[in-house]
């Protein structure tokens, strides 16, 4: 019996102390300034965030937190870099699945082609 109780709370601990699932870095400290300022220098410094996140994420062999891939990409859209914008979309898709009748949509409407109305 001793045994058992020793082993839960083993499993018990051993439950908590996973390693996070996404890397988040400081996004919600800058997105926030960004909100408060909406600068292009705080959108760069938020944009900047974005990319640490990316790179820290693949550095840590975790995926990238969902939506990151795409804000950047709209981030560049909205700098005219389409090509980018498009890339980090498509990243978007490629990481989460889910996201892609959205992405689709999205690269569409960038893209100026005519969408189905369903």
Request: include cysteine; charged fraction near 30%.
């Amino acid at each position: 019996m001793n045994k058992n109780i020793s082993l839960f709370f083993f499993l018990l601990i051993a439950a908590c102390t996973q390693p996070p699932m996404y890397y988040w870095e400081d996004y919600s400290k800058t997105l926030y300034k960004y909100k408060k300022d909406l600068t292009p220098e705080m959108l760069d410094k938020h944009k900047i965030e974005l990319l640490k996140i990316i790179e820290k994420s693949e550095k840590k062999d975790v995926r990238v937190p969902p939506g990151v891939n795409a804000e950047l990409g709209y981030i560049f859209l909205i700098e005219g870099q389409k090509d980018q914008a498009i890339l980090y979309l498509k990243k978007e898709k490629l990481t989460y699945p889910e996201s892609t009748k959205f992405i689709d949509d999205f690269t569409q409407n960038i893209n100026g082609e005519n969408q189905d109305e369903n």
